[in-house]
């Protein structure tokens, strides 16, 4: 019986998919194509692989940003599909730091298992194709192979890496469609990649990865020794926190940045018989799975609107939106509603506090929006107005010099951490539930329509003791109003402050722009 481990790569930045991706709710979160999110999807694909009873499927490991852990733990939790570890990154530093510090997370198990990588934002639409190919896969990767999956093009696409098939891995034990891998290529021109997909030798590269923990390790250590040494050091100095491993910071933000695929695909391809016969990696094959299973990256709006076809207009509406002589449109309304009226081709996305509007054929350069908003010092481009936390979330809405407007929404049972601010005073007034609050030496409770005042330097802490949920309107008053400004004192959720962002500021800052950092 085969061990295979998922690994899914959920790290991703939120560019592409502005305005309703951001930094700090990445496009994995998101509910794009029905009724559950990216990534749980994507651990839901997972359920029939050990179906014939050949494999032994463990639960997934999941790499993510340590920004994002309550929210992530929080959707497999709600989908019944807990995983088996949730690796926290300090910071981003690609696919390939990610996959070496999950396996060696793996290795100190004693276990030499298949890793099944996959990144956590993908569609796949057949499963039962998806599956049969992870079955031939697993059969390589038990052998040593490194097994990439490439997808069967269905048009000419110049926003995808490309794999140049080689001849037919011929193996007696399987009836494998596997082929050896003659080159990767980077993302084509129109008339290039025409050539590819009329040629039929050439597929797109999809960042779907098989092979045993041991011979990635094998495999980094040869090609990025200097990555593998970073990843050791920031994983021996790690900590674990219930399902949580955490990577030690200063280690990991030393390590290079780089893909599985610069890292190392590339270099096991391009080996010379030469080197292959003095090689230490020599044992190390590289092979390609074509892939035919509906799949999407949902690298753009447009594949989003490529993805679903649309209606007899060919528009995917979404929202409260009313449309008039308007076709080929990708239009989505989140909190108000959106009419369009004699356009085509184009892209109009509404959230609480952004809009984008675009041509469909330019979607690839949203990120320039992005870019100009980082640049500009804008929270848009990381944070929503309603921004999560592992106690519930906290929306603005309104603000202007001296002042600020929340609404909180506090889980039952959940609490917020007991902290103090230097420069902000805080009136609570609850509005639905019991709120139990501890101001001072004082714990007292306040039921709906009834209020309270937090005095600046003045330790206080917000609780919901109660069934439902809390609902607070915080009105904060003060010299500076940025979440930066909060001394943490306990935290059940064992949330620390970050002594670079808890600095004292002398001047207001009234701007809805300031970033929303690790809260209460």
Known sequence: MRSIIP???????????????????????????????????????LDGLAGSGSDDVSPPIISCNEEHRFLTLEQLQAINHPPHRIVLEPCGRNTAPA???????????????????MPADHVIANLEAFRAAVDDGANLANDGFIVTFGIVPTHPDTGYGYIQT???????????????????????????????VSSGNYLWNSGIFMMRATVWLDAIARYRPDILAACENSVGAGTIDDRFFRIDPEAFESCPSDSIDYAVME????????????DSAAGIHAAVIPLDAG?????????LLDLDGGDRAGNVIQGDVFTHDTANSLVIAGQRLVATVGIQDAIVVETADAVLVANKNHTQDVRRVVDWLKHSGRAE??????????????????????????????????????????HRAEHWVVVRG???VTRGDDVFDLAENESTYIPKETKHRLENPGAEILMVIEVQSGSYLGEDDIV??????NRTADPKRDTRHDQPDTSRQTREFTNR
């Not at 996959?99 to 890793?115: E, I, K």
């Open 7 to 45: 690994i899914i790569l959920a790290g991703g930045s939120g560019t592409r998919l502005w305005p309703l991706s951001r930094e700090e709710y990445p496009k994995q979160l998101l509910r794009l194509t029905g009724a559950s999110t990216l990534l749980q999807d994507t651990v839901m694909r």
């Open 99 to 117: 996959l070496t510090a999950v396996a060696l997370t793996v290795r100190s198990d004693n276990h030499d298992p298949v890793l099944l990588v």
């Open 166 to 196: 080689g001849d037919t891995i011929d193996r007696l034990d399987t009836n494998t469609q596997a082929r050896a891998i003659a080159a990767f290529v980077e993302k084509p021109g129109k008339k290039t990649a025409r050539a590819y």
């Open 295 to 303: 799949w999407s990256d949902i690298g753009s709006w447009q594949a």
């Open 434 to 436: 019991q709120a139990r």
């Open 267 to 278: 270099k096991l391809t391009s080996v010379t018989p030469k080197e292959k016969s003095t």
């Open 488 to 493: 943490r004192f306990e935290d059940r959720y």
């Open 381 to 422: 481009s990381q944070t929503h107005r309603r921004v999560y936390r592992p106690w519930g979330d906290f929306e603005q809405l309104d603000g202007g010099e001296g002042y600020q407007v929340k609404r909180l929404s506090v889980k039952p049972g959940a609490a917020l951490s007991l902290q103090l601010h230097h």
